[in-house]
């Protein structure tokens, strides 16, 4: 499954309702960390063991600011994680081993 951008916040809001668990990428295109950190998430957006469960996704910082003013979305490249349209977790310049350490703790509890 392809990492998805969400370019309106009405295409945000209905992403977290639509989907049980989403990942969100909170990038910025100048931003040299994310460029690192991006092909790691279009490789686990891939894995048969998350492309069934799990949404991922990605908002420009610079597109939808209100919406990251809104998430307290202060650093970059941030991720936050919802489940059943509320957010349960958020990482902030990770590595790739914290983003499959956060998203295998949330497997279990997604109704596969």
């Not at 460029?35 to 063991?49: G, Q, T, W």
């Not at 919406?67 to 970059?76: G, S, T």
């Not at 489940?83 to 703790?105: Q, R, Y």
Request: net charge negative.
């Amino acid at each position: 499954m392809p990492v998805h951008t969400i370019a309106t916040e009405e295409s945000f809001q209905e992403t977290i309702k639509t989907h049980e668990l989403v990942l969100v990428d909170f990038f910025a295109t100048w931003c040299g960390p994310c460029k690192v950190i991006s092909p790691a998430v279009e490789e686990l957006s891939n894995r048969d063991k998350y492309k069934a469960v799990v949404h991922f996704a990605k908002i420009d910082v610079d597109v939808l600011s209100d919406l990251c003013d809104q998430l307290e979305v202060l650093a970059m490249p941030t991720f936050l994680l919802f489940k059943d349209g509320v957010k349960v977790a958020s990482l902030v310049e990770p590595k790739p081993a914290a983003l499959v350490e956060l998203l295998d703790k949330q497997l279990p509890s997604v109704g596969v």
